[in-house]
C-alpha cells in the first residue's frame, strides 16, 4: 500500500490543493520562481497536508479555510526542511540535490525565510488568525526541539525522556497542528479538535521513531539517505539510547568515543549500529512506536466510520510498515 492508497478518500481534495500550492508559491523574481519550482520537484509524500484535509473531512467536511491550512502547513514544513539541510549539511532531499547543495546556504537560507513570511502572509492575508497562531506555536516548538538536540548531541548526552521530548517537538508538533487545523476548519467542537491534535501528536511521535529505526535498518537506495548517517552526525536516538542503557559503563565509554571522533569518516557506524543491534535496541524501538501508534488509533475511535476514518486508520499502519 503506497500513500496514494492510503489517502484515497481526499485524492480529489489532495489534486485541488496542489494546484492552489503552486499558484501561491509562484514568484515574479525568476531565481526565485526558479527555486521554488525545484522545491514542488522534490515534494515528498505531503502527509502533513493530505492530514489537514482528513481531518477537515471526519469532523464535517473540506472547505476554504482548509485548503489554506493545508497550503500554510505545506509552506512552512518545506521551509523547515530547507532550513534544517542548511544547518546540517545535507546534499539529498528525496533523492535529489538539496537546496543548499545546488544554490548555497546563503540562497537556501533565504529561500526558507521567503517560504516562511509567504506562509504568514497567506494567512493574515485571509485573517486566519486561529491557523496562524496554531502553526506558529509549531514552528516554535520545532526551533526548540532542534536546539534542544544540539544541545544534547554536543554533550553525548540524552535520556529517552529527552527524547521524547526533541521528537515530540521537532516532529509531532506539525503533525498535531495540521490535524488540529483541519479539524478547526470543518467545526467548533473542541472535543473534536482534541482528539485530532492527539492523533497527530501520537501518529507523529510514532513516525519519527519508525524514520530514527531507518538509519539502522534502511535500504539508501529506498530512504534517499545514507544508513548510518545519524550516527555520523552524532544524533543520539532511542535505539541507541536504550543500548547504552543495557551495557556496561566500559563499553558505553568505548560506543561514545565513536561517536566522539571529531570527523565524520572516522565515525564506524557499522559498529555502533552492531551494538544497538546486540543490545535490543531496534526492538525496544520498535515497541514504544508500536504503543504511539495504538494511542493514536484510540484517539480517532470515537470519529463517525468513514472513509475519512478509514483513512485515518490505514495512514497510521502505513507509517508503522514504512520503509523509506
Known sequence: MNIKDVTA???DEIE???QKYKTVLHSSNTLVDKVTRYVLRQQG???RPALVLLSAKICGGVTEVTYRAAIMVELLHSATLIHDDVVDG???RRGLASINALWKNKISVLIGDYLLSKGLLYSLDHKDYASLHTVSDAVRRMSEGEILQIQKTRSLDISEEDYISVISDKTASLIASSCAMGAASATDNDAWIAGMKRYGEYLGLAFQIRDDL????GDSKKTGKQMGIDIKDKKITLP?????RQAPASEQKMIRSILKSSKKRAVKSDEVIDFV???GGLEYAAEIAEGFAAQAVASITPFPEGGAKTSLLHLVDFVMKRQH
Open 9 to 11: 478518500s481526499v485524492a
Open 16 to 18: 485541488l490543493f496542489q
Open 45 to 47: 509524500k505531503q502527509i
Open 90 to 92: 545535507a546534499e539529498m
Open 214 to 217: 531507518l538509519d539502522y535498518t
Open 240 to 244: 541507541l539510547i536504550y543500548a547504552l
Open 277 to 279: 543491534t546486540r543490545k
